[in-house]
């Protein structure tokens, strides 16, 4: 299976070079629902539609662009993957596995995966944005399922990378934007779960809950990426509130409260350790 895999990032990084696609970056961001915006904050910026790229995923989900765009963010230059294939939407749960194994592919740059959830605690509220500390993978998936060799056993006691949660927290004092801490649950979706499972969340120490991100955290450990992970509150989970939860909701509360992520973004890539990346 990772033969099959190594290939298609292979045939990934390839179209990339022909493409003259910058290749030095001093990090990677995911962006997820309603999350886009930050690629107005490039400068230079060089994009590629993920139809353009072999063996990337093509996202039906709305809010999702489906594009790969490299440009200067803070005198960096970031790569940015504006869109993300979700589990629920074939049963897959390596559908990221090509986009992430083609950033190890790139030189390994520092991974920020960004996604909206819903909160389970009520001093977490709407609007707000939370850095991932650790994460349940109540679905009971795994990308991993499947393969062969010994780098499967992926230790996961720091999947959230302390050294980039130090950085997070740094440029949301520096920029003045409200960081909450707390741990992420990944229910499989499409459907929202139910009041019964988000009081199950509560008691298992869930801070948020979501349908994405878990599976990706396990595939860049697996190729050696260094993690952090956001999630922009977009709704109380469900049994919390008088309304249920709605995937206009989720999108409409993402862009409200992306100003504070970009900002908080801008201020995480300039307080990176010097090296790649650099603009020149």
């Known amino acids: 299976m990772s033969e099959d895999y190594d290939a298609a990032i292979a045939e990934a990084r390839a179209a990339l070079m022909r493409a003259d696609f910058p290749r030095d970056h001093a990090c990677a961001i995911v962006l997820g629902t309603g999350l886009g915006a930050l ?29 790969l ?11 940015l993957m504006q869109g993300r294939k979700h589990y629920y939407e074939t049963g ?64 996961m006691s720091q999947a959230y990378d302390p050294d980039l949660a130090a950085l997070l927290e740094g440029a949301a004092r520096a920029t003045g934007v409200m960081l909450a801490r707390g741990v992420y649950m990944w229910f499989s979706g499409p459907s929202f779960e139910t009041p019964a ?26 190729y050696g990426l260094r993690v952090a992970g956001i999630s922009t509150i977009t709704n109380m989970a469900a049994g919390l509130s008088q309304t249920a939860p709605a995937h206009d909701e989720t999108k409409r509360v993402a862009a409200q409260a992306s100003g504070d992520l970009r900002a908080l973004l801008a201020g995480f890539v300039a307080s990176l350790p010097a090296g790649s990346g650099e603009d020149r």
């Open 92 to 155: 897959d749960a390596q559908a990221m596995r090509v986009p992430l194994g083609l950033l190890a592919a790139l030189g390994a740059p520092p991974l920020v995966l960004t996604s909206a959830a819903g909160s389970t605690r009520a001093e977490i509220p709407p609007g707000s944005l939370a850095m991932i500390t650790d994460h349940i993978a109540f679905s009971g998936l795994n990308p991993l399922i499947g393969e062969a060799d010994e780098r499967r056993f992926v230790p």
């Open 197 to 222: 499972e988000i009081r199950m969340a509560q008691v298992m120490g869930a801070d948020f809950v979501g349908m994405s991100t878990v599976p990706e955290v396990v595939l860049a450990r697996y």
């Open 69 to 79: 765009v490299s440009g200067r963010l803070a005198g960096r230059r970031v790569l």
């Open 39 to 67: 690629v107005d904050d490039l400068e230079d910026p060089v994009g590629l539609d993920y139809t353009a790229i072999p063996h990337f995923p093509k996202s039906a989900v709305s809010g999702h662009a489906g594009r």
